[in-house]
T-cell receptor, first 115, second 111 residues
Framework: DTGVSQDPRHKITKRGQNVTFRCDPI?????LYWYRQTLGQGPEFLTY????????KSRLLSDRFSAERPKGSFSTLEIQRTEQGDSAMYLC?????????????FGQGTRLTVV | AQRVTQPEKLLSVFKGAPVELKCNYS??????LFWYVQYSRQRLQLLLR??SRESIKGFTADLNKGETSFHLKKPFAQEEDSAMYYC?????????????FGEGTQLTVNP
């Protein structure tokens, strides 16, 4: 499968612990996005990278969240001191450089459960 | 602010019946509109985009700027169309082509 890859697929953690998720985009894509999806809702934008530069962060991304994309390849999303409200599906997407109509390719997501 | 509204969380039709999934948006400029679909146990994927004026798997969507709508239609639904459908937009003033999604409509096509 040469699509967007996310690891792990599932993560159960205790409240207060830190977690880190990884996303490997399609290799030639220079744009990478993180979204969060809670039950019954559509995906909500968290942050966006163009190559290694983080160009936009949503207000949803509190200080406990940090994302990186070293060398403009894979990306990590870390959540510190997890809370039960962080339980959600975290989706990564990538797209090539292009206009507004450029298709975003999504990974299968990481489902986080905070107990 | 930009917003996408899908008024129906659930929609159930019989095979062969017409289907329409509603989508309304609010955006001060001219947005780009999309429909994404997620089949059971599969990843979210693009179904169609308004700029292409294409028909994918028999689905079409027309952008109505006056009504700020982008409804998805298919004249004869098939069982394999059962999936979660999300309407989404990108605002022209938005950096990086990030998507704003609606809440989604779960379509079930009954035999």
């Amino acid at each position: 499968d040469t699509g967007v890859s996310q690891d792990p697929r599932h993560k159960i953690t205790k409240r207060g612990q830190n977690v880190t998720f990884r996303c490997d985009p399609i290799s030639e894509h220079n744009r990478l996005y993180w979204y969060r999806q809670t039950l019954g809702q559509g995906p909500e934008f968290l942050t966006y990278f163009q190559n290694e530069a983080q160009l936009e962060k949503s207000r949803l991304l509190s200080d406990r969240f940090s994302a990186e994309r070293p060398k403009g390849s894979f990306s990590t999303l870390e959540i510190q001191r997890t809370e039960q409200g962080d339980s959600a599906m975290y989706l990564c997407a990538s797209s090539p450089w292009g206009g507004l109509n450029t298709e975003a390719f999504f990974g299968q997501g990481t489902r986080l459960t905070v107990v | 602010a930009q917003r996408v509204t899908q008024p129906e969380k659930l929609l159930s039709v019989f095979k062969g019946a017409p289907v329409e999934l509603k989508c309304n948006y609010s955006y001060s400029g001219s947005p780009e509109l999309f429909w994404y679909v997620q089949y059971s146990r599969q990843r979210l994927q693009l179904l169609l985009r308004h700029i292409s004026r294409e028909s994918i798997k028999g689905f079409t969507a027309d952008l109505n700027k006056g009504e700020t709508s982008f409804h998805l239609k298919k004249p004869f639904a098939q069982e394999e169309d059962s999936a979660m459908y999300y309407c989404a937009l990108i605002g022209r003033a938005t950096s990086g082509s990030r998507l704003t999604f609606g809440e989604g409509t779960q379509l079930t096509v009954n035999p």
